[in-house]
């Protein structure tokens, strides 16, 4: 199955003349489909600290809130491979990274220092990538998905 971005869609009902409003669409969630869960949703609560409003071990799906409002949820990726008709397709990747979440906080080193006692095995420590305007540290949660936690570089 192919799929389209929405700008491409968008892109070619304008160049067909179409009169139809454009869609309203809005941010609700990231949704990482996972295939260890439990260890998963461990992490976002305990390590992460985020608080979940959704779910619980044992379960399919989960979401966790962000100050501010934002969330993030998890959902078990056989489920989601049964609903999109993909199930026969490999359930693995070994490729390079074709996503990655991405989190401000106040301080990157501040949380760095308290991520590394827990466990959490990152790619880099905090470094500063000085063209992004930005102190950045990346590392995985359980199921291999690839966090991006930065603060604006101190002047």
């Known amino acids: 199955m192919q799929l389209f971005p929405l700008a491409l869609i968008v892109a070619a009902a304008a160049a067909q003349g179409s009169t139809a409003p454009a869609p309203s669409i809005k941010f609700d969630n990231m949704r990482l489909l996972v295939t260890r869960f439990d260890e998963t949703f ?68 501040v949380l760095y220092a308290r991520l590394k006692p827990a466990g959490v095995e990152f790619a880099d420590a905090p470094k500063n990538q000085p063209v992004w305007g930005i102190r950045a540290m990346h590392f995985r949660d359980p199921d291999g998905n690839l966090i991006e936690m930065f603060s604006p570089i101190k002047k």
Request: no cysteine; net charge negative.
């Open 42 to 109: 461990a992490f976002y609560r305990d390590v992460l600290g985020l608080t979940p409003t959704w779910g619980k071990p044992g379960e399919n799906y989960a979401a966790f809130a962000f100050p501010g409002g934002a969330q993030i949820a998890l959902f078990r990726r056989s489920l989601m491979a049964d609903a999109v008709g993909t199930t026969a397709q490999p359930a693995t990747r070994h490729e390079q990274d074709t996503a990655a979440l991405v989190l401000s906080v106040d301080d990157v080193d």
